[in-house]
């Protein structure tokens, strides 16, 4: 089947994102710079929700920024931080994701997860995975696809070492890439999911060695418990060798765990021309 062009579809907000108000951060000679209870704080729950609206909907380069700045105890520079990322949402309005067409017959699923350990606030971990539909062409010569889902978020714990957040992240990833399995199987056959294998393939990706190591060991020789207990999930969750390594700079979540300008650049693109590559991938 070739590729139809014609047939992709580009869900934005560009609407939403220009009728947005942003606002210049006064000066203050406070020497702590904590927002006040009022209009400082309304201003900043206001825009965080403006944010959040965006990220969680259509834009994942912005979904970092939304869960990072958001904060039990923000400060000014916080909301300054905030009306930045607004700014640059404006400065690229008509951004989106766009749906490629995947042919059911010969599509898989993919998530794809990352963590970075302890850069959220009171050393949580910030996390985060894409859940996308794509075909067996991506281990050949590489497919479009398209994102079923996607989501940033911090850990409900300090977690212990950078294996623990990778497999933590890991663990949610896959949990909702089930899921996602399950639900489409059902939609496309009419049986319960429960009364019926899914469909699809489901395969995962990682750029943490430790993780792909420790998850194709029978029992994971670690010292936290609960890491184990995430490994084994992940590992009860799929098909043996389903999980796959990935060098770092081909890791496109990356930009779900942390904020720089180069890696929301690169969320854009990938939200655009949705290419999956899992070629050279160990599985």
């Known amino acids: 089947m070739r590729f139809d062009e014609k047939q992709r579809v580009t869900v934005h907000q560009s609407n939403f994102v220009k009728t947005t108000t942003v606002r210049k951060v006064p000066s203050t000679g406070r020497a702590d710079h904590t927002l006040e209870k009022g209009p400082e704080m309304t201003e900043y729950k206001s825009c965080g929700g403006s944010l959040n609206w965006l990220a969680n909907k259509t834009r994942c380069d912005l979904a970092a920024a939304a869960s990072l700045l958001q904060k039990g105890s923000p400060t000014l520079e916080d909301l300054r931080e905030m ?164 060098p770092t700079h081909e890791m496109m979540a990356d930009g779900l765990t942390k904020v720089t300008k180069d890696l929301m650049q690169t969320l854009t693109r990938f939200m655009a021309n949705t290419w999956v590559s899992l070629r050279g991938s160990e599985g």
């Open 83 to 246: 009306y930045k990322m607004v700014s640059y949402a404006q400065e690229h309005a008509d951004v989106g994701i766009t749906l490629n067409p995947v042919p059911w017959h010969i599509m898989i699923v993919v998530d794809i997860t990352d963590s970075s350990w302890a850069n959220a606030e009171d050393l949580k971990s910030q996390m985060g995975f894409f859940v996308l539909a794509t075909t067996f062409k991506a281990f050949a010569t590489g497919a479009y696809g398209s994102i079923l889902e996607y989501k940033s978020f911090r850990s409900k714990r300090s977690l212990k070492s950078t294996l623990a957040a990778e497999a933590a992240a890991k663990d949610s990833g896959v949990d909702h890439a089930v899921y996602l399995n399950a639900f489409l199987s059902e939609l496309l056959t009419g049986v319960r999911a429960k009364d019926q294998e899914p469909l699809f393939q489901h395969f995962s990706v990682t750029d943490c060695k430790c993780l792909y190591d420790a998850v194709r060991q029978a029992t994971p020789s670690l010292t936290e418990k609960r890491t184990i207990i995430n490994l084994t999930d992940t590992r009860d969750a799929m098909a043996k060798d389903h999980l796959l390594w990935i």
